[in-house]
């Protein structure tokens, strides 16, 4: 079994590399999609609710957004209950898929996280700010949220050195493809 990790710096593209990436090779554990899992498990939405002291319950992603941008150290305390969970999330998909020839991990805060030596190969999506603000504002519209989200991570200069891989995501879907199935091919 291959453990590929895949990450890179807020909005430059992991998601859709990821989904590239492990088409019909092999299956994907994406923390975003699990986090989005979390949300929807009312236990979960209880126990953020109390946390944050947020009364309403249905809106607690917007309350969290609303503390965050009040006070960026709410993320920290956010991540201090939503990275255990990830983990155990990702330990048991690696358990359930050990069988598997190539397994594929989209993990934002991997470098961050102090991942690294969990993987077997690190792949990381580059694209230079102007252009990762752009798709996140697309998606989001908020500016702010974006630097507060962004100066949480390492720069990718520091994070590339841990990475085996550096795909650089700012030209087309079908360059990055390319790119992406140069890399793949070396682990077939």
Do not use: W
Not at 38 to 60: D, E, M, T, W
């Amino acid at each position: 079994m291959i453990k590929i990790g895949i990450t890179g710096s807020l909005a430059s593209g992991k998601t859709t590399a990821s989904r590239i990436l492990s088409y019909r090779r092999g299956p994907l554990f994406s923390a975003d999609k699990v986090v989005k899992e979390f949300y929807l498990n009312k236990r979960f939405r209880f126990l953020i609710a109390k946390q944050f002291k947020i009364k309403n319950k249905n809106q607690i992603k917007k309350s969290l957004k609303k503390l965050i941008l009040e006070n960026k150290k709410n993320i920290n305390k956010l991540e201090k209950i939503i990275h255990p969970l990830v983990r155990k999330k990702m330990k048991s998909f690696t358990s359930n898929n050990k069988s598997k020839r190539l397994l594929f991990y989209e993990i934002p805060l991997l470098i961050e996280s102090k991942l690294m030596n969990y993987f077997d190969v690190i792949i990381f999506i580059k694209a230079r700010k102007k252009f990762r603000l752009k798709r996140f504002f697309s998606k989001t519209g908020d500016k702010k949220l974006f630097n507060i989200l962004n100066n949480k991570q390492i720069v990718d200069v520091k994070k590339i050195k841990f990475c085996h891989h550096v795909v650089v995501n700012e030209k087309n879907l079908s360059i990055l493809k390319k790119n992406l199935f140069a890399i793949i091919s070396k682990y077939e």
